[in-house]
T-cell receptor, first 110, second 111 residues
Framework: AQRVTQPEKLLSVFKGAPVELKCNYSYSGSPELFWYVQYSRQRLQLLLRHISRESIKGFTADLNKGETSFHLKKPFAQEEDSAMYYC????????????FGQGTRLTINP | DGGITQSPKYLFRKEGQNVTLSCEQNLNHDAMYWYRQDPGQGLRLIYY???????QKGDIAEGYSVSREKKESFPLTVTSAQKNPTAFYLC??????????FGQGTRLTVV
């Protein structure tokens, strides 16, 4: 079964502090992992995917197959990072069932 | 203006009534998805379709039905069998790339 777990519903940090949003997954095949973000009054949108190994808006995420994790990190938080973040998983092959975690609401305090 | 459109934005339903939520996309995407979003529970997959005239149940399909007669349309019907239908519903589509594009959502309230 595909499952994504985000253990923190709420996360609050101060501006300039490091941020880490946790994501763990369960999947028997080869997974593709994503982070999606929803800013206030905007549509849910893709932030980054593990295959591209890129940094978007200062965020990075590394897939750790041994720990089945895909944590999202940023070294210095900015106020505009306040949003709802969702970790998501789909299979690389076969049916593209895309499942999401419960989401983490990140608040950056000034 | 390309994209994915959900309508209506707000919908009210009396108990015992079926109601249909619309999702249309002009992105020429093959795959379409319906999610239910509840506070603290994230996005839960209701149904998804990878091609016209084919669809699969997601994790919480009970009380819902869908059709995929056209590539650009994937309507969701919330039936009277759905015990707790009040929620925010999101539709998404995926093309050749892995990125999912989302609609603005429909908020359904049972009155």
């Amino acid at each position: 079964a595909q499952r994504v777990t985000q253990p923190e519903k709420l996360l609050s940090v101060f501006k300039g502090a490091p941020v880490e949003l946790k994501c763990n997954y369960s999947y028997s095949g080869s997974p593709e992992l994503f982070w999606y973000v929803q800013y206030s009054r905007q549509r849910l949108q893709l932030l980054l995917r593990h295959i591209s190994r890129e940094s978007i808006k200062g965020f990075t995420a590394d897939l750790n197959k041994g720990e089945t994790s895909f944590h999202l990190k940023k070294p210095f938080a900015q106020e505009e990072d306040s949003a709802m973040y969702y970790c998501a998983l789909s299979g690389l092959q076969g049916a593209q069932k895309l499942v999401f975690g419960q989401g983490t609401r990140l608040t950056i305090n000034p | 203006d390309g994209g994915i459109t959900q309508s209506p934005k707000y919908l009210f339903r009396k108990e015992g009534q079926n109601v249909t939520l619309s999702c249309e996309q002009n992105l020429n995407h093959d795959a379409m998805y319906w999610y239910r979003q509840d506070p603290g529970q994230g996005l839960r997959l209701i149904y998804y379709s990878q091609i016209v005239n084919d669809f699969q149940k997601g994790d919480i399909a009970e009380g819902y039905s869908v059709s995929r007669e056209k590539k650009e349309s994937f309507p969701l019907t919330v039936t009277s069998a759905q015990k707790n239908p009040t929620a925010f519903y999101l539709c998404a589509s995926i093309g050749t790339g892995p990125e999912a594009f989302f609609g603005q959502g429909t908020r359904l309230t049972v009155v």
